[in-house]
């Protein structure tokens, strides 16, 4: 089973454009002359046919453009097809994201195109044993129990769990298929991994997204990885990041753990977990006592930085060091490396998201870029790395419990857009959901349970929770439930529910963590190779994958299940009213031209199947640096079309490589900061002051574009009478044909307004980034000067917080824990752990712990060790003694299971399917605690105590 070819030459291909060999490129650039760099010199003459001489039969090899369906980064791959058996991979060097570069998991994909470990058919646990049924009456049978619980208590009860490894189109249908079953309890992984980032993001300055790109890390002055350690979750970002530091730029990693990342900086900070915005609040002290802020920047486009002033006095370097663990000297080289090296970026991840305040310690991050005036160029901005190939699209088309695709939100009028892009009736949709409101909430405009907390909405005495009745069903639809914390009521929640259905190609721990005798089914979904569709990299750009192999055993792909349900429970008329349905699978593009009718929002309107498979054919002509094509049929457009790719395909807006920049104009992907809240606040302007794009004919801030505005300024009648028609009463959302945007871009401006970034946030608990210590606290000194939140109703859930926070847990659970990535692994581990290659290079579960707090528990290096829980919980795990983590803190990976307290789930999977390496759940001993405004859990600071086992 070889991942590369032992030939020299290039594999027989369609085009001359297909890519090479590996060898070949090493042997006609030369291994010293070049490397990396040298990828950007090739050209079409040195990819020449030849035929690939280890294989042992003549069948003829088809070589399938793809992408890689781990991490975010969008790494392109050649996938070598033989009588529809995939036989090969090259990662591709002409492709302008990895130029070449593979990590471990990328190097396994070829694993997918064998999958021994795969559900073969879908099942059903019966009596305690798997029974193998048909198609046909696994969804007759799941769509029954649906319509049963729909009658008996309703729609809300059925509870929706979307994937990050959906295409987006496949995300997009799930989100249409829970709206048209009337539920908003719906969400997927992104409420685990960046959803405090979304909303501290957007509403500081616009859309809640990287802003720039990996690319373009290589022109950053300087980089600050705060709880982000790319070397394991992006190994191939670090060419990126390297590059910019042999480019001479300054690298500062901020984390509890001495990383792999960390071992590259210039500058290592010890953080002390949860303690993010004393420690930005401690840089902003210096740079406001030296004046190294960006006057003319904050004058003219940040809104409320006085107030941030003001709140930094208190952070004295004495304060800081107190609370945060950094002595005043390194915070002081720390603030003038970033003065002096601009325009600086900064990069984070779970680090810095999975906290009950991560919502203010994004925003934190976002200021301090603000201050030194890093917003809009090259080389600056907030990268903000996502964990999974397609959690910024499943984010994008609303797979989330509180908005629909686009970010549109849930109230009347966003649900009236997507009924006109439907071309359905409004009250049909609404007639969907439970009419009466629940504890005050509607329904169909409230936000629904989160995917951290879907146990709760089963366990939740029911008259506490905001909905008629508790969750007795859910699909687990290419998410597992290892991912979260609290494993004891997980497991628990499993067990009490009337159906539990996993959607998958593996039976995840959704499938065999309870410890029931029926009700569970298990549906053999496709892998993303045996499909085709888009993908939506961290950086916003979209990426066309071929389908490389047809559908393993039985299994179906998403939008196809989709359908079969939707057909089932009478709602398929609605559901593909406009999409074109081959025998029962629907049509991939057609999803892709409806969200381009709707997704005005956000810029997913121009890049239409026709401009993407484009860009997909030709991804060597993309420059590496700046992500344009200087030729070709692309000329001038940056790679993937990343959003926004403003008005219809049409327009061939270019998209946008780098968010809110004003030295381009509008048309070529230039803007500026979002307005998304009037006009002004407590009488002060928030438009921008004197700040605007390059060729805009409005030179001031303005308000976003309404039909209004257009005849205000005398543009209405640049529309199309067709134009006309639809824009007449509706703005630059929600006008579907788009004129309204093609107007207003023509004078230069900004659909959505041009705006001043806000310090402050009025519709948020805290205004401006709080310091709140963590629920689980070592800290309980600082718990009366920096408390947490009182309890409170949160997304249909009473939620917990100074109830938690004032029980002192410290004293018998002295160490600090925290979670996260191994290079070998991601996320739940199934897939990764189920794969040969990947699972022979890390074996065991473990615990990485203090040679001081090991000697003092009589703990050598490779003892069982219990990690035990303040909430009782209690797991088996192998110690790491290491100095990587400080004395009093230590840290677990998050990507194993098939152990739960000490028991081995061995027997609960169906023959065959036992994952290569299981082992205890992180997140079994991980405890309560959920941001303020998402629902993110807070895993990056909790407590435990180990002892030997």
Same mark, same amino acid.
């Given at each position: 089973?070889?991942?590369?070819?032992?030939?020299?030459?290039?594999?027989?291909?369609?085009?001359?454009?297909?890519?090479?060999?590996?060898?070949?490129?090493?042997?006609?650039?030369?291994?010293?002359?070049?490397?990396?760099?040298?990828?950007?010199?090739?050209?079409?003459?040195?990819?020449?046919?030849?035929?690939?001489?280890?294989?042992?039969?003549?069948?003829?090899?088809?070589?399938?453009?793809?992408?890689?369906?781990?991490?975010?980064?969008?790494?392109?791959?050649?996938?070598?097809?033989?009588?529809?058996?995939?036989?090969?991979?090259?990662?591709?060097?002409?492709?302008?994201?990895?130029?070449?570069?593979?990590?471990?998991?990328?190097?396994?994909?070829?694993?997918?195109?064998?999958?021994?470990?795969?559900?073969?058919?879908?099942?059903?646990?019966?009596?305690?044993?798997?029974?193998?049924?048909?198609?046909?009456?696994?969804?007759?049978?799941?769509?029954?129990?649906?319509?049963?619980?729909?009658?008996?208590?309703?729609?809300?009860?059925?509870?929706?769990?979307?994937?990050?490894?959906?295409?987006?189109?496949?995300?997009?249908?799930?989100?249409?298929?829970?709206?048209?079953?009337?539920?908003?309890?719906?969400?997927?992984?992104?409420?685990?991994?960046?959803?405090?980032?979304?909303?501290?993001?957007?509403?500081?300055?616009?859309?809640?997204?990287?802003?720039?790109?990996?690319?373009?890390?290589?022109?950053?002055?300087?980089?600050?990885?705060?709880?982000?350690?790319?070397?394991?979750?992006?190994?191939?970002?670090?060419?990126?990041?390297?590059?910019?530091?042999?480019?001479?730029?300054?690298?500062?990693?901020?984390?509890?753990?001495?990383?792999?990342?960390?071992?590259?900086?210039?500058?290592?900070?010890?953080?002390?977990?949860?303690?993010?915005?004393?420690?930005?609040?401690?840089?902003?002290?210096?740079?406001?006592?030296?004046?190294?802020?960006?006057?003319?920047?904050?004058?003219?486009?940040?809104?409320?930085?006085?107030?941030?002033?003001?709140?930094?006095?208190?952070?004295?370097?004495?304060?800081?060091?107190?609370?945060?663990?950094?002595?005043?000297?390194?915070?002081?080289?720390?603030?003038?490396?970033?003065?002096?090296?601009?325009?600086?970026?900064?990069?984070?991840?779970?680090?810095?998201?999975?906290?009950?305040?991560?919502?203010?310690?994004?925003?934190?991050?976002?200021?301090?870029?603000?201050?030194?005036?890093?917003?809009?160029?090259?080389?600056?901005?907030?990268?903000?790395?996502?964990?999974?190939?397609?959690?910024?699209?499943?984010?994008?088309?609303?797979?989330?419990?509180?908005?629909?695709?686009?970010?549109?939100?849930?109230?009347?009028?966003?649900?009236?857009?997507?009924?006109?892009?439907?071309?359905?009736?409004?009250?049909?949709?609404?007639?969907?959901?439970?009419?009466?409101?629940?504890?005050?909430?509607?329904?169909?405009?409230?936000?629904?349970?989160?995917?951290?907390?879907?146990?709760?909405?089963?366990?939740?005495?029911?008259?506490?929770?905001?909905?008629?009745?508790?969750?007795?069903?859910?699909?687990?639809?290419?998410?597992?439930?290892?991912?979260?914390?609290?494993?004891?009521?997980?497991?628990?929640?499993?067990?009490?529910?009337?159906?539990?259905?996993?959607?998958?190609?593996?039976?995840?721990?959704?499938?065999?963590?309870?410890?029931?005798?029926?009700?569970?089914?298990?549906?053999?979904?496709?892998?993303?190779?045996?499909?085709?569709?888009?993908?939506?990299?961290?950086?916003?750009?979209?990426?066309?994958?071929?389908?490389?192999?047809?559908?393993?055993?039985?299994?179906?792909?998403?939008?196809?299940?989709?359908?079969?349900?939707?057909?089932?429970?009478?709602?398929?008329?609605?559901?593909?009213?406009?999409?074109?349905?081959?025998?029962?699978?629907?049509?991939?593009?057609?999803?892709?031209?409806?969200?381009?009718?709707?997704?005005?929002?956000?810029?997913?309107?121009?890049?239409?199947?026709?401009?993407?498979?484009?860009?997909?054919?030709?991804?060597?002509?993309?420059?590496?640096?700046?992500?344009?094509?200087?030729?070709?049929?692309?000329?001038?457009?940056?790679?993937? *079309?990343? =959003?926004?790719?403003?008005? @219809?395909? #049409?327009? $061939?807006?270019?998209?946008?490589?780098?968010?809110?920049? %004003? /030295?381009?104009?509008?048309?070529?992907?230039?803007?500026?900061?979002?307005?998304?809240?009037?006009?002004?606040?407590?009488?002060?302007?928030?438009?921008?002051?004197?700040?605007?794009?390059?060729?805009?004919?409005?030179?001031?801030?303005?308000?976003?574009?309404?039909?209004?505005?257009?005849?205000? *300024?005398? =543009?209405?009648?640049?529309? @199309?009478? #067709?134009? $006309?028609?639809?824009?007449?009463?509706?703005?630059?959302? %929600? /006008?579907?044909?788009?004129?309204?945007?093609?107007?207003?871009?023509?004078?230069?401006?900004?659909?959505?307004?041009?705006?001043?970034?806000?310090?402050?946030?009025?519709?948020?608990?805290?205004?401006?980034?709080?310091?709140?210590?963590?629920?689980?606290?070592?800290?309980?000194?600082?718990?009366?000067?920096?408390?947490?939140?009182?309890?409170?109703?949160?997304?249909?859930?009473?939620?917990?917080?100074?109830?938690?926070?004032?029980?002192?847990?410290?004293?018998?659970?002295?160490?600090?824990?925290?979670?996260?990535?191994?290079?070998?692994?991601?996320?739940?581990?199934?897939?990764?752990?189920?794969?040969?290659?990947?699972?022979?290079?890390?074996?065991?579960?473990?615990?990485?712990?203090?040679?001081?707090?090991?000697?003092?528990?009589?703990?050598?290096?490779?003892?069982?060790?219990?990690?035990?829980?303040?909430?009782?919980?209690?797991?088996?795990?192998?110690?790491?003694?290491?100095?990587?983590?400080?004395?009093?803190?230590?840290?677990?990976?998050?990507?194993?299971?098939?152990?739960?307290?000490?028991?081995?789930?061995?027997?609960?999977?169906?023959?065959?399917?036992?994952?290569?390496?299981?082992?205890?759940?992180?997140?079994?001993?991980?405890?309560?605690?959920?941001?303020?405004?998402?629902?993110?859990?807070?895993?990056?600071?909790?407590?435990?105590?180990?002892?030997?086992?």
């Amino acid at each position: 089973m070889r991942l590369t070819r032992k030939s020299d030459q290039a594999v027989t291909a369609d085009k001359p454009s297909l890519g090479l060999n590996r060898r070949q490129f090493l042997k006609s650039a030369g291994i010293t002359t070049g490397g990396i760099a040298a990828a950007s010199m090739l050209g079409t003459g040195m990819m020449r046919k030849a035929e690939a001489k280890d294989v042992a039969h003549d069948a003829p090899t088809e070589i399938k453009r793809t992408i890689c369906s781990h991490c975010s980064v969008g790494c392109g791959i050649y996938a070598e097809v033989q009588n529809g058996v995939w036989t090969g991979q090259e990662p591709a060097f002409d492709h302008p994201f990895n130029a070449g570069g593979h990590c471990a998991k990328g190097a396994a994909l070829r694993e997918h195109g064998h999958g021994a470990k795969r559900l073969k058919y879908p099942m059903k646990l019966e009596g305690g044993k798997w029974k193998k049924l048909s198609w046909e009456q696994a969804i007759n049978e799941v769509g029954d129990q649906m319509l049963k619980i729909r009658q008996e208590a309703s729609s809300d009860s059925v509870f929706f769990m979307g994937s990050a490894k959906f295409s987006n189109e496949q995300a997009y249908m799930y989100r249409k298929l829970a709206a048209m079953w009337g539920t908003n309890n719906v969400d997927h992984s992104a409420r685990i991994c960046h959803s405090t980032t979304v909303a501290g993001v957007a509403n500081t300055w616009g859309y809640g997204a990287q802003t720039n790109s990996f690319n373009d890390i290589r022109n950053a002055k300087a980089m600050m990885f705060i709880g982000s350690n790319p070397s394991e979750a992006h190994p191939v970002a670090m060419q990126h990041v390297l590059e910019g530091k042999e480019r001479g730029a300054k690298i500062i990693v901020v984390d509890p753990r001495f990383t792999r990342t960390a071992a590259k900086a210039d500058e290592y900070v010890h953080i002390r977990p949860g303690t993010d915005i004393p420690y930005i609040y401690g840089l902003l002290w210096h740079i406001f006592e030296n004046g190294w802020e960006d006057e003319t920047f904050i004058r003219q486009r940040v809104y409320g930085l006085e107030r941030i002033r003001e709140e930094v006095k208190k952070w004295t370097p004495e304060e800081v060091e107190h609370v945060v663990g950094i002595p005043k000297a390194q915070m002081y080289r720390v603030a003038k490396m970033l003065a002096e090296h601009r325009p600086g970026t900064v990069v984070w991840c779970m680090g810095g998201t999975q906290h009950h305040i991560g919502n203010a310690n994004t925003r934190a991050y976002c200021i301090l870029q603000l201050a030194l005036g890093n917003m809009g160029k090259s080389g600056g901005g907030t990268n903000i790395f996502r964990g999974h190939d397609n959690v910024q699209g499943a984010t994008d088309f609303g797979l989330l419990f509180d908005t629909l695709p686009g970010y549109y939100g849930l109230k009347t009028g966003s649900w009236k857009h997507w009924c006109n892009v439907w071309d359905l009736d409004y009250e049909w949709v609404k007639a969907r959901f439970d009419q009466e409101k629940r504890l005050g909430q509607d329904p169909m405009t409230s936000t629904g349970i989160p995917c951290s907390r879907w146990h709760d909405g089963v366990l939740e005495d029911k008259d506490k929770i905001a909905q008629k009745d508790n969750i007795r069903m859910a699909f687990f639809w290419g998410q597992s439930v290892n991912t979260e914390t609290r494993g004891r009521e997980v497991r628990e929640a499993l067990n009490k529910m009337d159906t539990v259905v996993v959607v998958d190609p593996f039976p995840t721990m959704a499938g065999v963590m309870h410890t029931r005798k029926d009700g569970v089914y298990l549906l053999p979904a496709a892998t993303q190779f045996e499909t085709y569709g888009s993908v939506s990299a961290s950086n916003r750009s979209l990426q066309w994958r071929t389908k490389v192999i047809e559908p393993l055993f039985e299994s179906k792909p998403d939008h196809e299940i989709m359908y079969l349900l939707a057909k089932k429970v009478g709602i398929a008329d609605q559901f593909c009213k406009h999409i074109k349905v081959n025998g029962t699978e629907p049509l991939i593009e057609d999803m892709t031209r409806e969200f381009n009718k709707g997704m005005w929002t956000i810029g997913y309107t121009g890049q239409s199947p026709e401009r993407l498979k484009m860009h997909q054919e030709n991804w060597g002509t993309f420059d590496i640096n700046s992500l344009e094509a200087p030729g070709g049929p692309a000329r001038g457009e940056t790679y993937g *079309l990343p =959003w926004p790719c403003w008005g @219809t395909p #049409e327009m $061939k807006h270019p998209g946008s490589q780098i968010l809110y920049r %004003t /030295d381009r104009e509008v048309k070529n992907g230039g803007g500026n900061f979002r307005a998304r809240y009037g006009v002004e606040h407590n009488g002060n302007n928030i438009l921008a002051e004197g700040s605007y794009s390059v060729g805009a004919e409005i030179q001031d801030g303005y308000p976003e574009f309404t039909h209004t505005m257009l005849k205000q *300024l005398g =543009w209405w009648d640049e529309l @199309t009478a #067709e134009e $006309k028609k639809h824009a007449e009463g509706k703005n630059w959302k %929600t /006008d579907i044909s788009g004129g309204i945007q093609r107007v207003a871009i023509k004078h230069g401006c900004m659909p959505y307004g041009n705006a001043k970034a806000r310090c402050i946030v009025w519709n948020f608990p805290d205004d401006i980034p709080i310091h709140r210590e963590p629920l689980y606290t070592p800290r309980r000194d600082l718990v009366a000067k920096y408390p947490t939140y009182e309890d409170r109703m949160v997304a249909r859930l009473p939620t917990l917080y100074k109830s938690i926070q004032e029980k002192d847990f410290a004293k018998d659970f002295p160490l600090a824990v925290t979670t996260g990535r191994l290079v070998e692994y991601e996320g739940g581990g199934e897939e990764t752990r189920s794969n040969p290659w990947l699972a022979e290079l890390q074996q065991e579960m473990f615990i990485e712990i203090n040679p001081a707090d090991a000697a003092d528990r009589g703990l050598r290096d490779g003892d069982d060790v219990h990690v035990h829980s303040p909430e009782g919980a209690k797991i088996t795990v192998k110690a790491m003694v290491t100095p990587r983590v400080i004395e009093g803190e230590c840290f677990m990976p998050y990507h194993f299971a098939g152990v739960f307290e000490g028991e081995k789930l061995d027997k609960h999977y169906p023959e065959g399917t036992v994952p290569y390496v299981t082992g205890e759940s992180a997140n079994t001993v991980m405890t309560y605690g959920y941001d303020v405004v998402t629902q993110m859990q807070e895993t990056k600071s909790s407590l435990c105590q180990i002892s030997k086992a």
